[in-house]
């Protein structure tokens, strides 16, 4: 009966090594107030100077999302007070954004959609307030931090959706190493703005927006409860009363919505072109820019080159470091096949929910000796499980040395393998016989008891290689 419209904003922090408008740091987690400067700090005279490399990140995203990219782009100032915006206005981008018209795509009940981007444009984050109990603090390292910010189209129908959205999002920024897309740290955090309408109609009704979510659980929460709150307003017939335009914010220990202000009109923002700042023009060699491969492109290709199936590529590709650990592991020349099942069922078991594989005590230099040993006879693949979780718990170990340690390496000598053979042979002289006469089954039999006797420790290749030439 009801159709639900979303459409996201999505602020995420560029990972350049200075900020957008000055040369202070970006980096995170310093003493508040040392990566500042005249400018961030908004002192008068002091003048922006346009950082090339967030130029550059803005528009390898433009193209990863099929997007124009405007060579001539402007900065507006956006007029607001803060305590953490110290010049009163941010500078940002308005009616000529760098890059406008993209898209991408999700995949959504077995369908692939489009969903479109309308802009992506720079601008500058704000610092940081502190609340303390009877005072407040301002800590401008932030202040200055160069942002795009990512609209789409209000084409998102349903929360799985827009989680979808963000998620290849999400990845795409990652797998272009334009941010590190750390959603606690608040460099990849989204505004969801959410109506309703009946099903049919083609206006858009009123929206409102929820500001800064920053996990993929809370944002599906957030818009579940705003599209439960429109519906039952409209039901109860108090619609136009309670559905305003309006900031809301999500409450994220009782998982509701909460109004903060009315939503401003752009016009409030008196936004003009800064003259601080020229207009930006790119040259033909900024537009030509090369990209990474994507996501969707890079799962196709492992599909396509080391034979694998859909899921497993999947799984490859659903972080950056993921896929650079696979990457990694088909550079030491594996068995493509051996790698997936080590890394996305082996070492993946280990890592569970706590860890994740940037984090992982096995690296993939670790990971590809275990997977040349199984290659090479050196240990059974059953063995190799327990040498896996001995060098995850200990981390001092390479894969030689645990191997020595837990006794597990497979005998190949023949010699060895050679005397259990004729012993077992001698003791089963009738079998030997009957399957001279052609009971071919009784082969597994010798391999059996010859892999009993060998305690597990001898190879199965080199067993059955030198059986057949015994009883030949
Ligand atoms: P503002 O900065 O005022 O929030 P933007 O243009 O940056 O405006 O973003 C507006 C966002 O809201 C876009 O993602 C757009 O798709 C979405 N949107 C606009 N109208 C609606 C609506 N009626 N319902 C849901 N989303 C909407
Ligand atoms: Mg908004
Ligand atoms: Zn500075």
Known sequence: MFEVVIGLEVHTQLNTKTKIFCSCATSFGEMPNTNVCPTCLALPGALPVLNEEAVKKAISFGQAIHATINKKSIFNRKNYFYPDLPKAYQISQFD??????????????????????????????????????????????????????????????????AVAYLKKLHSIIRFLDISDANMQEGSFRCDANVSIRPKGEKKLYTRVEIKNLNSFRFIQKAIEYEVKRQIDAWEDGIYDKEVVQETRLFDTTKLITRSMRNKEESAEYRYFPDPDLLPVCLKDEFLECEIPELPDEKKLRYIKDFGIKENDAQILISSLEMSRFFENLIAQKLNPKLCVTWLNTELMGLLKAELTIENSPVDAEKLGSLIRCIEQGVISAKAAKEVLAFVFENVDFGIDEAIEKLGLKQVSDDTAIEAVIEDILKANQDKVREYKNGKDKLFGFFVGQVMKEGKGAFNPAKVNEILKAKLA
């Not at 995949?107 to 407040?136: Q, V």
Request: cysteine-free.
């Open 96 to 161: 000529i954004p760098i890059v406008e018209k993209g898209e991408l795509f999700i995949d959504i009940n077995g369908e692939n959609k489009r969903i479109g981007i309308t802009r992506a444009h720079l601008e500058e984050d704000a610092g940081k307030n502190i609340h303390e109990s009877d005072f407040s603090k301002v800590d401008l390292n932030r202040a200055g931090t160069p942002l795009l910010e990512i609209v789409s189209e209000p084409e998102l129908r349903s929360s799985d959706e």
